[in-house]
């Protein structure tokens, strides 16, 4: 079970961190990743990373000002998102996928947080 937190309003320009609490005792079998999803849009891939969290990996547009990291001993994944743009309102999911690698396809993760509402105004 995956439990994010840490949405909410913010001015554009801002910064954001959501976290992900994992339950359970195999989190490091799980590559984990953001995704996110506008109202009318289909869910995106934001960022990802491995299993160890050495591999991360992002979409383009948000390159350059969010971060992944995880903390397995915690069982914690987190995403700190800097100059917030309008266009990165969104509901933002955590998920969880037993693979080897990161993938960037929704479809590929088998577990998902509840979502948390990002919303970045003008």
């Known amino acids: 079970q995956l439990q994010a937190s840490g949405g909410g309003l913010v001015q554009a320009g801002g910064s954001l961190r959501l976290s992900c609490t994992a339950s359970g005792r195999d989190f490091t079998w799980y590559v984990m990743g953001w995704f996110r999803q506008a109202p009318g849009k289909e869910r995106q891939f934001a960022a990802g990373?491995?299993?160890?969290?050495?591999?991360?990996y992002y979409a383009d547009s948000v390159k350059g000002r969010f971060t992944i990291s995880r903390d397995n001993a915690k069982n914690s994944v987190s995403l700190l998102m800097k100059s917030l743009k309008p266009e990165d309102t969104a509901v933002y999911y955590c998920?969880?996928?037993?693979?080897?690698?990161?993938?960037?396809?929704?479809?590929?993760?088998?577990?998902w947080g509840q979502g948390t509402q990002v919303t970045v105004s003008s």
């Open positions: 990373i491995s299993r160890n969290g050495i591999g991360t």
């Open positions: 998920a969880a996928d037993p693979a080897l690698a990161v993938s960037f396809a929704p479809r590929q993760y088998d577990y």
